[in-house]
């Protein structure tokens, strides 16, 4: 009994020490930048920012994964901050997936700045790119917290919608070229003219017509045609008899 005792308590302490592991630290992440508009050629830099951290001990490591539209933005270099170490191409930053890991010389607790991301705008960069930083992780050498995404929008003056227009291709307003127009309008009209073609053959297959006339018709014939088989039966009987 005794035994069945204290197995039951070093469980209990163990869910409740796992609880606790789990349970200790939040913070947030986010990214920022000095402004949100760009010029083509430009270099501008992305701070990854922790704040409000709620743990005994504090943050020393984290890792997720960077994202960015590589048409439009080429990423020169990752560096880290503040006691974070850089993380280095090919050992703790991957280029091909995006995925980094970064860890602080000690325990850290205030808000501060942990990675610095410098960028070059593309001179084929669109009007909209968006930076994302997803699937991170932070830990305080005990406990996790994840933090599922965070994003930083970039505007590109003058940038295209597509950085390889074809020709005859719409421009970035989405306009249609001259002369376009009325072979887009005469397209739409023999379209709709033949939907409705269509609508009434499916109309005349499904819904025949139903005329007073040839209703009485069919309906004399089929009286026609029973009476002939009483008859025929009739005959036949008398036959026999």
């Known amino acids: 009994m005794k035994k069945k005792i204290s197995v039951g308590l070093i469980l209990l302490i163990i869910i409740f020490i796992t609880g606790n592991v789990y349970a200790v630290l939040k913070c947030n992440i986010n990214l920022a930048t000095e402004k949100a508009e760009y010029n083509k050629g430009d270099v501008f830099t992305v701070d990854v920012n922790i704040s409000n951290i709620e743990s005994e001990r504090g943050v020393i490591s984290c890792g997720g994964t960077l994202e960015y539209d590589k048409d439009s933005l080429k990423l020169e270099k990752i560096e880290g901050v503040n006691g974070w170490e850089t993380p280095g191409i090919g050992t703790s930053y991957n280029e091909t997936n995006g995925k980094f890991v970064t860890t602080r010389n000690e325990l850290g607790k205030i808000d501060e700045t942990i990675l610095k991301?410098?960028?070059?705008?593309?001179?084929?960069?669109?009007?909209?790119?968006?930076?994302?930083?997803?699937?991170?992780?932070?830990?305080d050498g005990t406990s996790l917290v994840k933090i599922n995404e965070t994003n930083k929008n970039i505007t590109i003056?003058?940038?295209?919608?597509?950085?390889?227009?074809?020709?005859?291709?719409?421009?970035?307003?989405?306009?249609?070229?001259?002369?376009?127009?009325?072979?887009?309008?005469?397209?739409?009209?023999?379209?709709?003219?033949?939907?409705?073609?269509?609508?009434?053959?499916?109309?005349?297959k499904i819904m025949p017509k139903t005329g007073g006339k040839s209703?009485?018709?069919?309906?004399?014939?089929?009286?026609?045609?029973?009476?002939?088989?009483?008859?025929?039966?009739?005959?036949?009987?008398?036959?026999?008899?």
Do not use: E, H, R, Y
Not at 226 to 240: D, G
């Open 117 to 139: 991301l410098t960028f070059t705008v593309n001179k084929g960069g669109k009007q909209s790119s968006v930076i994302t930083l997803k699937d991170v992780t932070l830990a």
């Open 157 to 204: 003056k003058q940038g295209t919608q597509n950085p390889n227009p074809q020709p005859g291709d719409s421009d970035i307003n989405n306009n249609p070229k001259p002369g376009n127009v009325s072979n887009t309008s005469n397209d739409l009209n023999t379209s709709d003219g033949s939907i409705s073609k269509k609508d009434n053959t499916i109309t005349d």
């Open 215 to 241: 209703l009485t018709i069919v309906i004399l014939i089929g009286i026609l045609i029973i009476m002939s088989f009483v008859s025929l039966v009739k005959i036949k009987m008398i036959n026999k008899q």
